[in-house]
């Protein structure tokens, strides 16, 4: 489902003196440091209600009554096939090729659930750019792992023994119904009792007049016990919690070579300096850098990878684990990764002065940044020192160490290739994101706007550049053999469109054109750089570009300005990198070829890689939202400086000065008399008055409600910094914002 972007109307929504329910906020994005830029990722897709709900003649929209239709006019019905996507507020979108995503209300939802296969029926008198319908039918179903809190179903013969799961997940809108006999088959006995934590797999759903029932598969624990919300968050998406037994067998019986024997096989470059850059708290350290210069001015660079395919047999049983994973999931201290802890923290780890297997691609540049040669080699390193980006941006300020010399080097290699991308277009976000500190308790004890440093600039840098020159190798290779690229493709024309209207009601100057290139959208950057509305703007012009994803067709880097791009650096959390290192030690070695079964599969693992990475990406988000309105209910009652960040039909936005949280001041709270919405020029008006708000406005608010389940907070609006009775005019729109 494509980012529910506002689309700008010439109405004004009138506010009402009564309490409104307020909308899920949106959720903020988790960096990526190691072979991934701000530009080459977009965020899943936020769960948001559609954007200029219509006024209603009908109400296809809302799932109920529509117009009559005229005595002897056709009501055709058009059926479309795809998968169902939900939203926490208890809707669905149903996401096919060819046409936009098809709203269902929540009344129309039959028993379809989320991510399921479905034919949806659409309503005739729906908008064509807003269709609405109902599902006619589940051609597939996915399966589902439910996890929620058991109770004794008092009301459907509770002293029988049945009971009711309650899904923890909002995106499933029924409970299920677990029979006295399927309690006896679990086996569970007085373990399981009431307000119990569980996991169940779908069992079967007849009608939407009754609920599901489902199969007990494990008790996850006490609501309270500490961790259980990673637990409940991970289970409910289907991702693997712990590793199957054979597996870590498997990983233990492995054992570190005879490295005197795997030099003569390989490039030894244990003599090299060479150090890693991590985040204070990693723990696995896939990449390592080194740099020398040569007599003739000419920089050798070299991105030393840790080789997860000399540890892991293709299709073996640690492989097949890896596969199914396909990614590392972080939840701030807590880790699910691809690998196990033998192989991710301890033999593919580039710990500090230990011998390891790389895959290392070695790169030679000249002063202007411009690549003369590179090749990509099975190498033995020796890291030297582990930095974290403290340490290292310590140095590049001047601190005295070791390997000052080659780390200033780095910089200004990494300073003249981004300045070389950036005159090429490519697009650099740099969005804000919470950065949470949780206590032994796993409760939050400190949040803070994350900072992007000079030493993480550097190693995203040289992972762009390491992963830019593997893809150009293979695709400009003279006989063009089957690979796996990380593509991103250009904004759809209807997104380009949302984007330029919205810059026009901003009083931007800027005009895109149809065929938009990357450098337009790195210009909007640059004219937004110092306004109020920055913020904003990136993320109306991030959510209008497409998601990037894996594939075997090369269709070129939009957001990097790349002709071809893949992901070779992280091999030990994420099954795509694996998959390049092994298609390259076919193609290079003597006589290597890739096996016909592997050729055939390329395409359906890069499919599941990119699913993977969006719930990955999903259950990381929702975890962090979860953390920070836990944060936040401890803060109920007290006042905090904010800037107003957006405002919807519900309300103003409202972010935190103090921390990196938002919350909505409802409507029907803003102030003493009532306030439309311009939703042309993106603000609140006051209807008797010239009073307005807007985005960018320094307000004070107070935390008045906190829901940790929805993960929503409800600010009360004590007033103005500096309070003024402004008319903000069409000439200053660039001041305002819409949130659908």
């Not at 830029?37 to 954007?51: C, L, N, V, Y």
């Not at 750019?129 to 109770?151: D, L, S």
């Not at 550097?458 to 400009?476: H, P, W």
């Not at 979860?626 to 972010?655: A, D, N, P, Q, T």
Request: hydrophobic share 35%; aromatic share 6%; net charge neutral.
């Amino acid at each position: 489902m494509s980012d529910n972007t506002p689309k700008p109307s010439s109405r004004r929504r009138r506010s009402r003196k009564k309490n409104q329910q307020t909308p899920t906020e949106s959720k903020p994005s988790k960096p990526d440091h190691t072979g991934k830029s701000r530009a080459e990722t977009k965020g899943a897709s936020g769960s948001a209600e559609p954007s200029g709900t219509a006024k209603a003649t009908g109400k296809d929209r809302s799932g109920g009554e529509r117009r009559k239709k005229r005595p002897g006019q056709p009501e055709s019905r058009q059926r479309l096939e795809g998968d169902l996507t939900m939203t926490s507020k208890g809707f669905g979108f149903v996401q096919h090729t060819g046409g936009p995503d098809v709203f269902v209300h929540r009344d129309n939802l039959g028993t379809a659930l989320e991510g399921d296969r479905v034919r949806v029926e659409v309503f005739p008198r729906s908008a064509k750019h807003k269709p609405a319908g109902k599902i006619a039918e589940v051609v597939n179903r996915v399966e589902h792992q439910i996890v929620g809190v058991f109770r004794i179903d008092r009301d459907g013969g509770g002293q029988n023994g049945g009971g009711v799961i309650h899904p923890s997940d909002d995106r499933i809108v029924s409970s299920f119904r677990i029979p006295k006999a399927e309690i006896e088959r679990a086996g569970f006995g007085r373990k399981l009792r009431n307000n119990m934590v569980v996991r169940a797999s779908f069992g079967e759903w007849h009608s939407p007049r009754e609920k599901p029932t489902a199969r007990l598969e494990e008790i996850v624990g006490k609501p309270n016990d500490p961790g259980i919300d990673v637990k409940i968050i991970a289970l409910s998406r289907g991702l693997r919690f712990d590793f199957p037994d054979e597996v870590i067998k498997a990983a233990d019986a492995l054992e570190n070579p005879d490295m005197r024997k795997i030099k003569r096989e390989r490039l030894d470059l244990t003599d090299r300096p060479t150090f890693t850059i991590d985040p204070d708290d990693a723990k696995d350290y896939d990449d390592a850098l080194s740099i020398t210069q040569r007599r003739d001015g000419m920089f050798e660079l070299g991105v030393h990878i840790a080789d997860v395919t000399a540890w892991v047999e293709e299709d073996g049983i640690i492989d097949q684990e890896a596969r199914r994973r396909a990614t590392s999931i972080y939840f701030v201290q807590h880790v699910l990764p691809m690998l196990p802890e033998r192989l991710s923290n301890d033999l593919c780890s580039l710990k500090p002065n230990l011998e390891r297997l790389a895959y290392s691609c070695l790169i030679t540049l000249d002063s202007l940044g411009r690549v003369h040669n590179s090749e990509v080699r099975e190498t033995v390193i020796r890291s030297d020192h582990r930095l974290t980006y403290t340490e290292a941006q310590s140095i590049l300020e001047g601190r005295p160490h070791e390997i000052a010399r080659e780390l200033h080097m780095l910089q200004l290699v990494a300073r003249t290739l981004r300045n070389g991308r950036e005159e090429t277009g490519s697009i650099d976000f740099d969005l804000p994101t919470p950065v949470i500190t949780l206590d032994r308790e796993g409760l939050p004890s400190e949040i803070t706007r994350s900072e992007r440093t000079e030493s993480q600039r550097l190693v995203e840098e040289l992972m762009l550049l390491a992963n830019r020159q593997v893809a150009e190798m293979m695709f400009n290779s003279k006989t063009r053999k089957p690979f796996v690229y990380r593509v991103h493709e250009r904004p759809t024309p209807e997104d380009v469109t949302t984007l330029q209207t919205v810059l026009n009601n901003l009083g931007i100057p800027m005009k895109l054109s149809d065929d938009v290139a990357p450098e337009e959208f790195s210009k909007i950057l640059d004219v937004v750089e110092s306004m109020e509305v920055k913020d904003f703007v990136e993320r109306i012009a991030l959510r209008s570009m497409t998601k990037a994803v894996y594939s075997t067709e090369n269709l070129g880097h939009f957001g990097l300005a790349f002709e071809a791009y893949t992901h070779f650096t992280s091999p030990i959390r994420r099954y795509a990198d694996v998959v390049v290192h092994r298609l390259l030690k076919s193609y290079t070695r003597r006589f290597g070829r890739v096996k016909k079964s592997f050729r055939d599969q390329l395409q359906s693992i890069c499919e599941q890689c990119s699913q993977a990475e969006l719930v990955a990406v999903d259950a990381e988000r929702d975890y962090q939202r979860k953390k920070i309105m836990e944060f936040l209910r401890r803060k109920v009652g007290r006042s905090y400086r904010g800037v107003i960040s957006g405002v919807s039909r519900h309300g103003m936005f409202v972010e935190l000065k103090h921390y990196p949280i938002e919350g909505m001041v409802p409507v029907a709270d803003i102030g003493d008399v009532s306030f439309v919405l311009d939703e042309e020029n993106f603000r609140f008006v006051a209807e008797h008055s010239e009073q307005s708000y807007r985005i960018g406005d320094p307000v004070r608010v107070k935390i008045r409600t906190v829901d940790v389940d929805q993960r929503r907070a409800s600010f009360e609006l004590e007033e103005l910094e500096s309070p003024k009775e402004a008319v903000h005019s069409s000439s200053e729109r660039s001041t305002a914002a819409v949130r659908s």
